[in-house]
Every structure is written in C-alpha cells, then in structure tokens.
C-alpha cells in the first residue's frame, strides 16, 4: 500500500512537470517568442556578415594605400578605408579588429592622436577580448609607437612610462615579434639606458639574424 502511495506521488509530480513544460511552450509561441529570437538571431548574422564585409574592404584599401608611392593617392585611398572602418564599427562596436583598421588609417593620413584614441577603444576590455593574443600585442606595439611618435602626447597619457609597459606587454603577448625589441630598444636609447638597449637589440636579432634596423642600432650604440 506504502509503495503505491509512493507511486502515484511521482506520477502526479512528473504530470505537474508536464503540464508545465507544456504552459510554458504555449506561451513562448502564443507570443511567437521563437520566431521573434531566430529573426534576432539571424538579423545579428547578417549584421556581423556586414562588418566583415566592411573590414574586409577597409583592410585591403589599406593595404594600397600603404603601398602607393603617391602621398595624395595613399591618402585618399586611407580615407576610404577610414570609412569601410566606421561602417563596420557602427555594425559590430565590440569587433576591435574594426578600431584598429581605423587607427591605421588615421596614422596614414596624419591624425595620430585620432589614431591613438581608436587603438585606446581596440585595446579596452570590451573589445580586446575579440583579438588573440598575439593581435593584442601588435596593438600594444602600434600604440606604444604612437606615443613615442607624438612626443608631447605621451605626457599627456601617463607619460614614457606608459610607453614601457605598452612595449613590456607587447613582448609578454607576442614574444616573437623581432619589431617589438627594435622599438624597446629604441626606447630604452632615448632613456640612455645603453645596456637595456644593447640586451633588446640583441633579442631582435636572436629572432630575426638579418634584421638590419637592429644590427645598425647596435653599431651606432658601441661607437658612441
């Protein structure tokens, strides 16, 4: 007797589990809920085909600009490209691959504070999380250049040493990258920290024998 009552509780728990599986179900589609979410969900695939799409465009006018002889046809071309970059932000704002294609843009054509604030906005946690790593290495590289380019600027942002670990970070996420050695380096002699200088030229050529901007570094350090 103790074993049916045991039996049929469970059975009217697993009806009342049922029932409302089923309640359930008939409100989602009595609000036509599902459609409304794969309607989302394919509006959200064909926005993010958009941006793509955009980069895409933006990267390979890029890509002319940067290999035009013409000053006037490398600007107009990084304008273009400025373009196809904001088109794609404005569809996907967390795709930091966008930022950085802007940055570039604005570099080539002269706006380098313009281009530091977008590499600020690539690098920033919301859509930092979209690059690798070795990607956000080459945008800590590329803003740390900028700083160094704009002079005055870097002060304003925290200053040489913002700099350092702009380069420090870059070398922890992209180690590899001979570049990023040059450019502490070259940071390290305007420090007058010549045998900080001297070690990071050195780990330039450990990864990359030829590289030339490294060894004429080097040269230039030891006769002075």
């Known amino acids: 007797m103790e074993k049916n009552d045991k039996d049929a509780m469970f059975n009217d728990i697993v009806l009342q589990i049922v029932l409302a599986l089923v309640m359930a179900l008939s409100f989602l589609f009595m609000n036509d809920i599902p459609k409304k979410l794969f309607s989302k969900l394919r509006f959200r695939n064909r926005t993010n085909i958009k ?6 465009q933006g990267a390979q006018l890029l890509a002319r600009a940067r290999s035009s002889t013409s000053r006037s046809h490398a600007n107009s071309l990084a304008k273009q490209a400025l373009t196809e970059a904001e088109n794609a932000i404005a569809l996907d704002p967390k795709d930091a691959a966008a930022y ?27 859509a930092a999380k979209s690059l690798s790593e070795s990607e956000r290495g080459d945008a800590f590289l590329k803003r740390a250049e900028l700083k160094m380019r704009l002079g005055k600027g870097t002060s304003q942002r925290g200053g040489a040493d913002s700099v350092k670990e702009d380069l420090e970070e870059a070398v922890r996420l992209n180690p590899k990258n ?20 001297v070690k990071a030229y050195e780990e330039a050529i450990q990864l990359e024998p030829e590289l030339r ?7 230039r350090i030891h006769m002075n």
Request: net charge negative; proline share 2%.
């Open 213 to 219: 901007v490294a060894h004429d570094a080097l040269n």
């Open 51 to 56: 941006a793509k799409h955009h980069f895409v």
């Open 100 to 126: 950085l294609l802007k940055s570039l843009a604005l570099d080539i054509q002269g706006f380098r504070a313009s281009a530091l604030d977008s590499l600020d906005v690539a690098l920033s946690p919301l």
């Open 178 to 197: 001979s570049r990023t050695f040059c450019v502490l380096g070259e940071w390290y002699e305007g420090k007058k920290m010549k045998d900080e200088a």
